[in-house]
């Protein structure tokens, strides 16, 4: 008798939160239904060697993964900026304003050799930002776009990234140019600023089609 084939897919069961079983892998080992019916029931302890969800005759085998790190701030922003309105943002927005990245001192071994590049990626968190929306109208145009091809605030995981030009360190202080974090921003990461990529090799989607609009 021919197996039927093995779905696999990964989803996330809120009714089923619990320590060791936040995200979930779930085997279908005999349909070809891809997700559960519904109603199902869940049948195993938590930390169980088997863990079942059933629905009628269908049992789908549960496997923890293992949970994501918590990331933890490396430092923080001074920046001029105490609101996210006096931000420069929309065409032409410049991006001059200049603060320090003050690196936790247990961390300033990291900093190695960082004095001989000229900028900066600068990975941090979105700390104050609003509720997720997966679409959002930017302020460089009038219509809506997805959250990924965006640079908006209110993102699955509240996570930005900043290039900065390097201007100076004194111990675990970082001066440098292009702030646009609001001051007291946690930052995440740091890592030297390497493109390979020609400029004209690059494409700039929506971008490129709201400034033809705008002539």
Not at 96 to 107: D, H, K, P, S
């Amino acid at each position: 008798m021919q197996r039927a084939n093995r779905a696999i897919a990964y989803v996330f069961i809120p009714a089923l939160r619990t320590p060791s079983l936040r995200a979930l892998l779930i085997r279908q080992e005999n349909t070809g239904i891809f997700l559960p019916p519904i109603p199902a029931k869940y049948v195993g302890m938590d930390g169980a060697p088997e863990q079942y969800l059933v629905a009628g005759s269908i049992r789908w085998k549960v496997e923890a993964l293992p949970l994501m790190f918590t990331p933890q701030p490396i430092g923080f922003v001074q920046s001029p900026y105490k609101d996210t309105a006096a931000i420069p943002r929309g065409p032409g927005a410049k991006h001059e304003a200049e603060g320090v990245l003050e690196i936790l001192c247990e961390l300033e071994p990291g900093l190695t050799d960082i004095e001989g590049f000229s900028h900066l990626f600068v990975i941090w968190e979105f700390d104050r930002a609003g509720e997720c929306e997966l679409l959002s109208t930017p302020p460089t145009d009038d219509r809506p776009h997805g959250v990924f091809t965006t640079r908006s605030p209110r993102r699955p995981n509240p996570i930005a990234l900043t290039v900065v030009e390097l201007l100076g360190r004194e111990g675990s202080s970082l001066l440098v140019r292009g702030v646009d974090m609001l001051d007291g921003t946690p930052i995440l990461d740091i890592k030297p600023y390497l493109s390979g990529i020609p400029a004209e090799k690059v494409r700039r989607g929506w971008m490129e089609e709201a400034e033809k609009r705008r002539g």
